[in-house]
């Protein structure tokens, strides 16, 4: 673990201010002090982490999952958060899928659109291409799975 202690904590300290101090406390079971400890870089917590259930259930409530990313990074691996967090599966089928997908790549093009305009693609622009291309991407995603599904 050596060279990850300070990564993985500063992960750790950004799942908890995203959800809050008090809500994490309640989430976890855990005091103010024990989630400190959790993140803090005192020589005498380097060895403290949070633990995986404690984590799990932060992230359940976090905008972003920050110490999973966190794992996946250190592992080389790329992880594609999914903001959309349905409460149920989407009926319709691969039908539905054409549809959202032809409004998806229209609503990239569009942000292309006006991006390009002035002939400079900034920090922000790009960011907001690459949100509307990984949605694009799991509309294929979920077309890919209904025509597996249709297919038996």
Do not use: W
């Amino acid at each position: 673990m050596a060279g990850f202690g300070s990564y993985l904590k500063k992960h750790t300290e950004a799942l908890v201010k995203d959800v809050g101090i008090e809500p994490a406390c309640a989430l976890t079971g855990k005091s103010k002090a024990t989630l400190g400890r959790y993140y803090s870089d005192n020589p005498e917590h380097a060895d403290r982490f949070m633990p995986v259930d404690a984590v799990v259930a932060l992230e359940k409530e976090a905008k972003f999952p920050h110490v999973t990313s966190a794992l996946a990074e250190l592992q080389g691996i790329t992880l594609d958060h999914d903001d959309r967090r349905r409460n149920d599966q989407r009926s319709g089928g691969v039908n539905t899928d054409v549809i959202a997908l032809s409004q998806r790549f229209a609503m990239l093009m569009g942000e292309y659109q006006q991006s390009i305009e002035d002939g400079i693609i900034t920090v922000n622009e790009a960011k907001r291409l690459l949100r509307e291309t990984a949605m694009l991407q799991q509309v294929l995603i979920d077309m890919k799975l209904h025509l597996e599904d249709e297919s038996g």
